[in-house]
């Protein structure tokens, strides 16, 4: 099955600067690679997808980039604020491309992100 | 719309106990998914399902039993609760279309059941 390795697992910025997460997975098969942020005590929230037609996706001060020929991929928080700081998780998923139980999305262990003001 | 919504929030149980986790979603979603969040660790697949009356198991099923008997709602069953199963547990939905590659789409999050088992 798929296996998501993330890192780093804790990351620590000051305001204003950049942070960058990654994770590799296993299964060539893979397509669809979404990040979620997760608050303390909440729930997790989707917060940037991409498929594996397009390299890179932007969304304001967020980015997420694809390698699939490494199978890894990255997510860039530009700008970070102290309302950033959370646990990010990356996940892929083959999208059902290896049948029905491909829907499954396989999560990294996640990066607890503080930005210091 | 509500979106997901879990109950109970919170539970203690005693080993040996059994209950059920409640999971219902008004979003006409066809995909459902019981996780469990360690600390420390990322989400692991319980058990999805795909539609009313199918389910299939994700990662980690032993000890745990679903039902899908209607579009909406997606019960989890301990039967036997053990220290191992604590943990809190999240359900998700999400709508896809059968047999297309590229419908995948993202899942939606219940708040949340927290589950300790002393």
């Known amino acids: 099955g798929e296996n998501v390795e993330q890192h780093p697992s804790t990351l620590s910025v000051q305001e204003g600067d950049s942070a960058v997460i990654k994770c590799t997975y296993s299964?060539?098969?893979?397509?669809?690679f979404p990040w979620y942020k997760q608050e303390l005590g909440k729930r997790p929230q989707l917060i940037i997808d991409?498929?594996?037609?397009?390299g890179e996706k932007k969304d304001q001060r967020i980015a997420v980039t694809l390698n699939k020929t490494a199978k890894h991929f990255s997510l860039h928080i530009t700008e970070t604020q102290p309302e950033d700081s959370a646990v990010y998780f990356c996940?892929?998923?083959?999208?059902?491309?290896?049948?029905?139980?491909?829907?499954?999305?396989?999560f990294g262990k996640g990066t607890k992100l503080s930005v210091i003001p | 719309n509500a979106g997901v919504t879990q109950t109970p929030k919170f539970r203690i149980l005693k080993i040996g106990q059994s209950m059920t986790l409640q999971c219902t979603q008004d979003m006409n979603h066809n995909y459902m998914y019981w996780y469990r969040q360690d600390p420390g660790m990322g989400l692991k697949l319980i058990y999805y399902?795909?539609?009313?009356?199918?389910?299939d198991k994700g990662e980690v099923p032993n000890g745990y039993n679903v039902s899908r008997s209607t579009t909406e709602d997606f019960p989890l069953r301990l039967e036997l609760a053990a220290p191992s199963q604590t943990s809190v547990y999240f359900c998700?939905?999400?709508?896809?279309?059968?047999?297309?590659?590229?419908?995948?789409?993202?899942?939606?999050f219940g708040p949340g059941t927290r589950l300790t088992v002393l």
């Open positions: 991409i498929r594996s037609n397009v």
């Open positions: 998700a939905s999400s709508y896809s279309r059968k047999r297309e590659v590229s419908s995948y789409n993202e899942q939606f």
């Open positions: 996940a892929a998923s083959s999208g059902g491309h290896s049948g029905a139980g491909s829907y499954q999305l396989t």
């Open positions: 299964d060539s098969a893979s397509n669809y």
């Open positions: 399902s795909v539609g009313a009356g199918i389910t």
